[in-house]
T-cell receptor, first 106, second 120 residues
Framework: DIQMTQSPSSLSASVGDRVTITCRAS??????LNWYQQKPGKVPKILIY???SLHSGVPSRFTGSGSGTDFTLTITSLQPEDFATYYC????????FGQGTKVEIK | QVQLVQSGAEVKKPGASVKVSCKAS????????TNWVRQATGQGLEWMGW??????????AQRFQGRLSFTRNTSISTAYMELSSLRSEDTAVYYC????FGSGSYSDYWGQGTLVTVSS
């Protein structure tokens, strides 16, 4: 199975900061990469699919990039509602998730 | 509106099996995959597998091979996940989620989750 590795596992940031989360696949997955946001007690919410396509209704401060094995989720100006855990997911063959990145308030 | 409604919480003993249902409404059940994902308390998301409700084809994450089974009843737009030989490490919230067929899909609607507790 393709393994997905996110870094960092957690980070502390302030409102207005630019935040970058990376995701690496153990083999090439082209652009078959999704990003989800999950808040405590809630179900995951799709943010980005196909590595860089913004899902309907998702604010434009969320951007995704990458292809092959290396991917990035960037939040250009962190808002209070963005404090959450973010997961990457490959959609190349299985739907394995990365281990998650928790974004906390500094 | 699209909804996935799951069955209620379960408490099982080690070695037993659990079957969770996921009833779809607001869309054509057979036109989308049903994915199953679980999450232990305080832990990350773990993808378990998928089922094509139209064909009945399934795919399972390697670590669950042999003790995980997906079925469906298309007449009532319901998918089922059955996990056998339960152990304490299987205690988690189990989610069903809708996804488009094939590579490149993502899950846009999720069930509310079903807590399965495995305890002697």
């Amino acid at each position: 199975d393709i393994q997905m590795t996110q870094s960092p596992s957690s980070l502390s940031a302030s409102v207005g900061d630019r935040v970058t989360i990376t995701c690496r696949a153990s083999q090439s997955i082209s652009t078959y990469l999704n990003w989800y946001q999950q808040k405590p007690g809630k179900v995951p919410k799709i943010l980005i699919y196909a590595a860089s396509s913004l899902h309907s209704g998702v604010p434009s401060r969320f951007t995704g990039s990458g292809s092959g094995t290396d991917f990035t989720l960037t939040i250009t100006s962190l808002q209070p509602e963005d404090f959450a855990t973010y997961y990457c997911q490959q959609s190349y063959n299985t739907r394995a998730f990365g281990q998650g990145t928790k974004v906390e308030i500094k | 509106q699209v909804q996935l409604v799951q069955s209620g919480a379960e408490v099982k003993k080690p070695g037993a099996s659990v079957k969770v249902s996921c009833k779809a409404s607001g869309y054509s059940f057979t036109n989308y995959d049903t994915n199953w994902v679980r999450q232990a308390t305080g832990q990350g998301l773990e993808w378990m597998g998928w089922m094509n409700p139209n064909s009945g084809n399934t795919g399972y994450a390697q670590r669950f091979q042999g003790r995980l089974s997906f079925t469906r009843n298309t007449s009532i737009s319901t998918a089922y996940m059955e996990l056998s030989s339960l152990r304490s490490e299987d205690t988690a919230v189990y989610y069903c989620a809708r996804g488009e067929f094939g590579s490149g899909s993502y899950s846009d609607y999720w069930g509310q989750g079903t807590l399965v507790t495995v305890s002697s």
